[in-house]
């Protein structure tokens, strides 16, 4: 799963794809989105970041640890659709396909776009 997360009002977007992340599940993303959240400021983060080739393969790589400042309940994890390219890259889509919310109870919601 490859995606990009926003953290609500006064976070920017990130750039496409310069910000992708990477999970290896739709539920480890969703994991995520609600660490984010319930940790805010003292969550430690080390994101599975994704390197771009020139030939627009994306491969995962790992990045350093950093802290992660609080998010808002309006924060979202837009999910982009890929296929396996050889044995450890993907193609990654121009257009999220979903976008992982927090429920009213702090559950996941799909929406497809």
């Known amino acids: 799963m490859f995606g990009m997360w926003w953290g609500g009002p006064g976070y920017s977007h990130g750039d496409f794809p310069d910000s ?3 999970w290896p599940t739709i539920t ?20 599975q970041k994704v390197a771009l080739g020139d030939d627009g ?5 790992v990045t350093e640890s950093f802290d992660m400042p609080c998010v808002t309940f309006e924060c979202y994890l837009d999910v982009y659709p890929a296929e396996r390219v050889g044995r450890i890259g993907w193609r990654v889509g121009n257009e999220p396909a979903i976008r992982l919310r927090l429920g009213p109870r702090l559950g996941i919601r799909r929406e497809n776009f």
């Open 20 to 22: 992708l992340e990477s």
């Open 57 to 61: 393969i994306a491969i995962p790589t």
């Open 28 to 47: 480890a993303a969703g994991y995520s989105l609600r660490e984010r959240f319930e940790m805010g400021r003292d969550w430690r983060y080390t994101p």
